[in-house]
């Protein structure tokens, strides 16, 4: 059985940081490409960062700078550093693991960035 599950989200003041892990099992975790996505009320689950299993990243226009994506393979756990949390940050992010047609989703954890 496939489990993702985050953790880290919260209520921060603008400007502040947050941390969110995902905690893979019942994958091979090292093959996946893992990412992280984010859904607003009423706006469409948008890719925020990935990273593929040999280290490479890429990340959404709007976080560039701001957010980290790192994974350490030997925990099984891929991680998002947030930092200079914006309002228009709030949402709640999802972790996704992917490989060749396997396709899993965490459920959610919320991030509300406001004063």
């Known amino acids: 059985q496939v489990q993702l599950e985050e953790s880290g989200g919260g209520l921060v003041q603008p400007g502040g940081s947050l941390r969110l892990s995902c905690a893979a099992s019942g994958i091979i975790f090292s093959l996946y490409a893992m990412g992280w996505y984010r859904q607003a009320p009423g706006k469409q689950r948008e890719l925020v960062a990935r990273?593929?299993?040999?280290?490479?990243?890429n990340y959404a226009d709007s976080v560039k700078g701001r957010f980290t994506i790192s994974r350490d393979n030997a925990k099984n756990t891929v991680y998002l550093q947030m930092n200079s949390l914006k309002p228009e940050d709030t949402a709640v992010y999802y972790c996704?693991?992917?490989?060749?047609?396997?396709?899993?989703w965490g459920q959610g954890t919320q991030v509300t960035a406001s004063s």
């Open positions: 996704n693991a992917y490989w060749i047609g396997s396709d899993y």
């Open positions: 990273i593929i299993k040999g280290g490479s990243t």
